[in-house]
Antibody, heavy 127, light 109 residues
Framework: QVQLQQSGPGLVKPSQTLSLTCAIS??????????WNWIRQSPSRGLEWLGR?????????DYAVSVKSRITINPDTSKNQFSLQLNSVTPEDTAVYYC?????????????????WGRGTLVTVSS | EIVMTQSPATLSVSPGERATLSCRAS??????LAWYQQKPGQAPRLLIY???TRATGIPARFSGSGSGTEFTLTISSLQSEDFAVYYC???????????FGQGTRLEIK
């Protein structure tokens, strides 16, 4: 059974970096079909896709325009997990953050929808 | 950015009755649309992808239809566990774009 286990601090100070990790069990971050995503949810912004990482003979990343200048998503093959870093946070970045899987197809094509989600981490940006 | 608009914001339906939820895209997304169900304190759960294909394990009472800019999620006979918030999500390969609707809350009448 595939599971995603999230970890990371629930409180971050303004201007600092938000860092979360998503550990994968039952699948591989280096899968040639899946993609590994971060999505957040807040009352003001709703559900917002942030970005993804995936492996197709080499590593690729795609990021949402709204956060592109501040975000990094990195795979960690040694621990079978991936991480989110969001720099220069403000209270507007307060949200529940989810990691999620795009299962992808047998030929390496991305599906662009999310069949498996982590449980979510509430991150509050406050001094 | 493609904007997804869901209606109504809240829908009150009695158990056993049919519920019809709508989702409109600001431009054509072909059939690149998914539906999710979210219950309080839980992550969204994938129900439908490709506008009309049920995800694994989703009961047949859930059905999706539409293409282009107009989409519908129908729940044929509401069960108590179906009362939740429902979101649509478009995915457009070029330019790369993933956006969600603001949700429809389905409540017990």
């Amino acid at each position: 059974q595939v599971q995603l286990q999230q970890s990371g601090p629930g409180l971050v100070k303004p201007s600092q970096t938000l860092s979360l990790t998503c550990a994968i069990s039952g699948d591989s971050v280096s899968s040639n079909s899946a993609a590994w995503n971060w999505i957040r949810q807040s009352p003001s912004r709703g559900l917002e896709w942030l970005g993804r990482t995936y492996y197709r003979s080499k590593w690729y990343n795609d990021y949402a325009v709204s956060v592109k200048s501040r975000i990094t998503i990195n795979p960690d093959t040694s621990k079978n997990q991936f991480s989110l870093q969001l720099n220069s946070v403000t209270p507007e970045d307060t949200a529940v953050y989810y990691c999620a899987r795009d299962r992808g197809g047998d030929y390496g094509d991305l599906y662009w929808y999310f069949d498996l989600w982590g449980r979510g981490t509430l991150v509050t940006v406050s001094s | 950015e493609i904007v997804m608009t869901q209606s109504p914001a809240t829908l009150s339906v009695s158990p056993g009755e049919r519920a019809t939820l709508s989702c409109r895209a600001s431009q054509s997304v072909s059939s690149n649309l998914a539906w999710y169900q979210q219950k309080p304190g839980q992550a969204p759960r994938l129900l439908i992808y490709g506008a009309s294909t049920r995800a694994t394990g989703i009961p047949a009472r859930f059905s999706g239809s539409g293409s282009g800019t107009e989409f519908t999620l129908t729940i044929s006979s509401l069960q108590s566990e179906d009362f939740a918030v429902y979101y649509c999500q478009q995915y457009n390969n070029w330019p790369p774009s993933i956006t969600f609707g603001q949700g429809t809350r389905l409540e017990i009448k």
